[in-house]
């Protein structure tokens, strides 16, 4: 399939997916130093579809292209690929190459670039930038990871209180270093402390002569520098914002967050949130080796071990009574098992809340008894369900009785685990999308081998 307008393949297939024949174009104009031929493939693209291409192509190709394209290089697409990625990109270019792309960035991408690279390296490249953009994008590094310093635009348009509308639109039309693109104009007082924020619909609606401190927004939470970017991200969800001012701890006005980077941050954070219910570490990537993703993996899967032992050694307890009746040893599985399910719903759903602060002490007392009375409910369900398949099974009389008994007892633990254990955990300060997992599960195991067996056993009169 060729583009319309040229002899080049498409880069997307009908699914979103980049096409095979256009990776292996891309990967002959660099294997053959045809630097035309690579600018025609990918030199128009926008920076999410070339970060998609660079993740495609061969490791070795990928410093290649940035330095077969030069100044044709769009830098921003190395903040659209994995990290691992963009480290190894980077540790092959030289460091002038890597200053003349990040000095066409905005503040917030070459942030993105360079806070991952060690300190040595980031140094030589601040070296080589200008004064002026090497002390913004310094002091932009020396805020805090994940925060809203790490995250803003230093790039804004704020103007003095005293001004009016016509002052400031013709300060906008005659300055021609704007950011590319805003949407709010920002006031300040002599000492550049924020005062308030004007949004542009608002600003071109009013006549010239009238004040524009007439016009701002004065009353809105603030976002200071060092304020963790889940924070901003919960705002920004709350109050719709499109922008938002970001000021320093006196209050002056250091930058700008826009919902491009929130939307980041909230994919981001979902991410993380559903690989630490996983076992798996928020840093990995598809892009990362074999070594280090066994490694990284082995320490949660030794916990899960260790736990599942101590959930077979209930069988243990009951090891005379199996030999009794071997329908026990084969239904005891799937009453855990059931548990294991529901507790995991219940755990998501907590877990969730908690990181969205949705879950707080108003409102615990009433997720936990809803969660409670859910547990109850599928519990008797799955009582019914299960018991009468056990007797149809075996044909032993009593046998779907206490199945159906074991299975309500462990859905209503499953229920009570699934959100106790998660909301303990956010008291001692513990992530609990990452330490929740192993507890909840070993809970419904036990409970689940325990109230089955236990209750078998004095039904049938067991020894």
């Known amino acids: 399939m060729l583009d319309n ?3 080049t393949p498409a880069l997307r297939d009908e699914e979103g997916g980049v096409r095979p024949d256009f990776i292996e174009a891309v990967s002959e104009a660099i294997d053959g130093g045809n630097v035309q031929a690579l600018r025609d493939l990918v030199g128009d693209l926008h920076e999410a579809d070339l970060g998609a291409v660079i993740e495609a192509i061969e490791p070795d ?10 100044i044709d290089f769009d830098f921003t697409a190395l903040t659209e690929v994995d990290d691992t990625v963009r480290e190894e990109i980077l540790e092959e270019l030289q460091p002038r190459t890597v200053a003349e792309g990040v000095r066409e960035l905005e503040a917030d991408d070459a942030v993105a670039i360079l806070q991952d690279l060690p300190s040595e390296d980031r140094a030589e490249i601040l070296d080589q930038l200008p004064v002026m953009e090497r002390v913004a994008l310094a002091r932009s590094l020396e805020y805090p990871e994940a925060s809203a310093g790490r995250r803003m635009q230093t790039d804004f348009i704020a103007v003095p209180h005293s001004w ?6 013709d300060y906008m039309r005659e300055t021609a270093e704007l950011p590319e693109r805003f949407y709010e104009v920002y006031v300040v007082d002599d000492a550049r402390k924020f005062v308030g924020a004007v949004p542009l619909d608002r600003l071109l609606r009013s006549k010239r002569p009238v004040p524009i401190a007439d016009l701002m927004e004065d009353e809105r939470p603030l976002i200071k520098a060092d304020q963790e970017q889940e924070e901003v991200a919960r705002l920004f969800q709350r109050y719709n914002w499109v922008a938002a001012p970001v000021l320093d701890t006196e209050g002056r006005l250091v930058g700008v967050i ?12 979902a991410e993380e949130v559903i690989k630490a219910l996983g076992g798996v570490r928020p840093d990995e990537e598809l892009s990362d080796r074999v070594w280090y993703i066994a490694r990284s993996r082995f ?3 030794l916990v899960n071990l260790a736990t599942a032992f101590l959930a077979s050694s209930v069988l243990g307890l009951f090891e005379e009574q199996l030999q009794q009746m071997v329908a026990l040893a084969v239904l005891a599985p799937i009453v855990a098992s059931q548990g294991g399910n529901a507790t995991t719903q219940t755990m998501t ?3 969730r809340a908690l990181a969205t602060r949705e879950l707080v002490d108003a409102n615990a007392k009433r997720v936990i008894l809803r969660e409670l009375l859910v547990g ?13 398949a056990a007797y149809v099974w075996f044909k032993v009389p009593g046998l779907g009785i206490v199945i159906g008994l074991a299975m309500i007892c462990n859905l209503v633990a499953a229920a009570l685990g699934g959100i106790l254990i998660p909301l303990a955990l956010h008291r001692m300060k513990l992530d609990p999308a990452v330490a929740s997992s192993p507890f909840v599960t070993t809970v419904t195991d036990v409970v689940g081998f325990f109230s089955f067996l236990a209750i078998a056993t004095v039904w049938f009169g067991l020894r």
């Open 349 to 351: 759903v907590a877990v």
């Open 299 to 301: 320490n949660w899967l």
């Open 258 to 269: 826009t919902f491009d980077d929130v939307a980041d941050v909230i994919q981001e954070e």
């Open 5 to 7: 307008q040229t002899d």
């Open 61 to 70: 190709k990928r410093p290649r292209l940035v330095e077969l394209l030069g």
């Open 164 to 169: 009016n509308v016509g002052r400031t639109i």
């Open 376 to 388: 109850f409910l599928n519990g008797i369900a799955f009582a019914a369900i299960t018991g009468v």
